[in-house]
């Protein structure tokens, strides 16, 4: 089987201050004139002076700040699974591979817009030392993460970095700060009975996904390049065919209060709309369904809230309890908000929410396709709806059609439409195909890619790729491949667990 991990660029979330210093170096910018990255007067932040991409790996520096002088870390470097005591980080460096390495795909937004560095330098031999782990540490890396937290309900104690290794911190030219991480690098001392490694099928699906999910507009860590390697793993041979946006596991480490999504797992897409839907065979009780997701955020929160307790007085005790109590309230008012914008609808109305449900009903009703009933609801027109001509490109909604509630549905919702004069047909089709997307990354579609990969072909990695950075768009190629039409029956049951 083939072994594989990537470089994954989160942003940094830790609690604490983190200054970056840059060595003064001169880089050539785009012109050929020199660009000098400079230390700040202060000394502890670094700036590009004339912002402009490197164009070479050992031009380009990570942090020199030592971060550690505010997090502990623990003293002993020995690489063994153990339990930890009071410390953030363990130091651990990345496991090499034996085979050689290559370099199969990359994010070419990531490396230029968020790394300041020029598409040209992930050909180069120095790039792919340095995301393999080779090579172009901070003094004070690389490190493993401690942290601990709840696990379908239920306190897991120390948790932590199994797999992945913090190699430094940058800002780049639009002064945002990254984290840089290393994935499927190896064992840490919290790889628990894992070795280290990330298998080819997770790592292509993250990939993916992370690109999927930033040009749907959803905050996300990036994921700048994939390597493969040569190298042997085992795995349970029950999950070399399974696949896995909806959040198969929602524990307490897999939330971030700055609302990014950070740790795929076993994730899914939903396909035909159900709120029981979870695409994670890991969850039997189904805690982690989408309609209950909800309900996790909160016990989630509250976990948190306990957490801080012991920092907080009494009266801000109170106020934490408070706070949380307007969870449900805020939640269902964004959800509210959502799905008015993905049916066009225009101010409010207190009936919205039913039009809502209503529509959501009917989807379940007749196992209709979530993201192409709104998708061709965008696209076809009010006429076609009103008179219940439904061309065949628009199939997802003749499966709603079967249901004879469609037809007041359909008059109910042209009706809402009406409240707002001015907008126009035209008008609400155009506004609607700019939040509902023509392609997301379905099981069948990662598996499909996922299957040639294991024959080094990535040639479907590429197109999906160059696919779901523009998924608001029709495209010719995503169109002859399918990726707009219904799932193929051999795909329709596919699922992950929790395994890698």
């Known amino acids: 089987m083939i072994q594989d991990g990537f470089l994954h660029i989160c942003f940094w979330v830790v609690l604490c201050p983190l200054y970056i210093g840059l060595k003064a170096d001169l880089l050539m910018d785009e012109v050929g004139s020199p660009t000098v990255y400079m230390n700040s007067t202060s000394g502890t932040l ?12 050992d031009q380009w520096r990570l942090s020199t700040e030592d971060i550690l002088d505010e997090l ?5 470097r020995n690489n063994y699974v153990r339990r930890v005591q009071e410390c953030i980080f363990s130091y651990v460096s990345p496991t090499p591979f034996t085979s050689d390495v290559r370099l199969v795909a990359v994010s070419e937004d990531a490396l230029e817009n968020l790394l300041d560095l020029a598409i040209s330098v992930g050909e180069t031999d120095a790039f792919l030392q340095f995301v393999s782990g080779r090579d172009g540490f901070t003094d004070w890396g690389p490190l493993a993460h401690r942290y601990g937290g709840h696990q379908f309900g239920v306190w897991a104690g120390q948790l932590g970095d199994g797999r992945a290794h913090l190699i430094g911190t940058y800002i780049n030219r639009f002064g945002e700060r990254w984290e840089l991480q290393l994935k499927g690098s190896g064992r840490t001392p919290y790889s628990r009975g894992g070795d280290g490694r990330a298998v080819l099928r997770s790592s292509v699906r993250e990939f993916l996904c992370s690109e999927a999910m930033h040009y749907l507009g959803i905050p996300t860590s990036r994921a700048a390049s994939l390597i493969v390697s040569d190298d042997a793993v085992w795995r349970d041979q029950f999950y070399n065919g399974s696949l896995r946006r909806e959040r198969g ?3 307490t480490d897999n939330f971030s209060l700055l609302s990014i999504t950070i740790d795929y797992g076993p994730f899914g897409f939903m396909e035909s709309y159900d709120a029981d839907y979870v695409p994670n065979t890991s969850d039997d009780e189904g805690r982690y369904s989408i309609g209950n997701q909800a309900n996790v955020a909160m016990f989630n929160l509250n976990k948190l809230r306990l957490a801080l307790n012991p920092l907080l007085d009494s009266k801000q005790q109170q106020q934490a309890s408070q706070v949380l109590r307007g969870f449900p309230d805020l939640y269902y008012k964004r959800f509210t908000e959502l799905f008015r914008a993905k049916l066009g609808i225009l101010g409010e109305n207190d009936q919205d929410l039913a039009l809502i449900s209503s529509f959501l009903d009917l989807m379940a009703s007749t196992r209709a396709d979530f993201i192409m009933s709104f998708r061709q ?3 076809i027109s009010q006429d076609q709806l009103r008179s219940l001509s439904i061309p065949q490109e628009y199939w997802a909604l003749q499966d709603i059609g079967q249901q004879k509630q469609f037809l007041a549905w359909i008059d109910a919702y042209i009706l809402r439409l009406k409240r707002n004069p001015e907008d126009t047909d035209e008008k609400r089709r155009r506004r609607m195909m700019l939040i509902n997307p023509r392609y997301v990354l379905r099981n069948w579609m990662a598996e499909s890619a996922v299957r040639k990969a294991e024959s080094n072909d990535f040639s479907e990695v590429h197109l999906l790729q160059k696919t779901l950075c523009q998924p608001f768009h029709t495209q010719k190629m995503a169109e002859e491949a399918g990726y707009s039409q219904r799932t193929p029956a051999w795909a329709k049951h596919l699922k992950v667990s929790c395994s890698s």
């Open 377 to 379: 609801l965008s696209e």
């Open 46 to 57: 670094g700036f590009c002076e004339r912002r402009r991409k490197v164009y070479s790996v």
């Open 72 to 76: 502990p870390v623990d003293p002993n």
């Open 249 to 251: 596991v929602c524990n």
